[in-house]
């Protein structure tokens, strides 16, 4: 089954402590891509990657860092997390380019920093 | 930053109405499209419109592609339970790579027996 998986689902830690957010997609997709989802502001794009070690920031990128060292996976680190990163994050992936007809969504991830 | 206005943000309608959502933007996009996400999962995409003007459905699902390439519409007829989400605007400007998505901040749908 084509799909992109997130882990974990949920997330409670403190301020400070690092996480890293895993994504996977097994679709050979080669655009990748992170995004936060907020009340009211809808979903806003952190970070992204159109093939393996090529990565790019998006629109809220500060606090975040992401590699991609393999094509199907795009981890989302947060070096020293902080209450304003409370969020639910979504990874997405498409074929080639940021198609959003082509976009598949992961689960998401939710995160609560204490 | 966000330049997507979508509105209403939420909607409480009976099972049977029809719905009506709209976006606008001060942006002129090639690609309008609409998404849906319901609890705990990742937004699935609806429709996608390509020309200004057009017209497109999907089921009870009907958007349009504003004529000024800075506004789309979305219309849900004959309402079920199962159609209850968040519905998501998105914009895209369509370069030679395909440029961002920008999204907007979603219409949350509650619908009632």
């Known amino acids: 089954e084509a799909q992109v998986t997130q882990n974990p689902r949920y997330l409670i830690t403190v301020t400070g402590k690092k996480l890293t957010v895993t994504c996977s997609q097994n679709?050979?997709?080669?655009?990748m891509s992170w995004y936060r989802q907020d009340p009211g502001l809808g979903l806003r794009q952190i970070y992204y990657s159109m093939n393996v070690e090529v990565t790019d920031k998006g629109d809220v990128p500060e606090g975040y860092k992401v590699s991609r060292k393999e094509k199907r996976n795009f981890p989302l680190i947060l070096e020293s997390p902080s209450p304003n990163q409370t969020s639910l994050y979504f990874c997405?992936?498409?074929?080639?380019?940021?198609?959003?007809?082509?976009?598949?969504f992961g689960p998401g991830t939710r995160l609560t920093v204490l | 930053g966000q330049q997507l206005n979508q509105s209403p943000q939420s909607m409480f309608i009976q099972e049977g109405e029809d719905v009506s959502m709209n976006c606008t933007s001060s942006s002129i996009f090639n690609t309008w499209l609409w998404y849906k996400q319901e609890p705990g999962e990742g937004p699935v995409l609806l429709i996608a419109l390509y020309k200004a003007g057009e017209l497109t459905s999907n089921g009870r699902l009907t958007a349009q592609f504003g004529i000024t390439r800075k506004d789309s519409f979305l219309n849900i007829s004959a309402s079920i339970p199962s159609d209850v989400g968040i519905y998501f605007c998105?914009?895209?400007?369509?370069?030679?790579?395909?440029?961002?998505?920008?999204f907007g901040a979603g219409t949350q749908v509650v619908v009632t027996p």
């Open positions: 997405a992936s498409s074929l080639s380019g940021p198609r959003g007809d082509e976009q598949f």
């Open positions: 679709m050979n997709h080669e655009y």
């Open positions: 998105a914009g895209q400007l369509l370069t030679d790579s395909w440029g961002k998505l920008q």
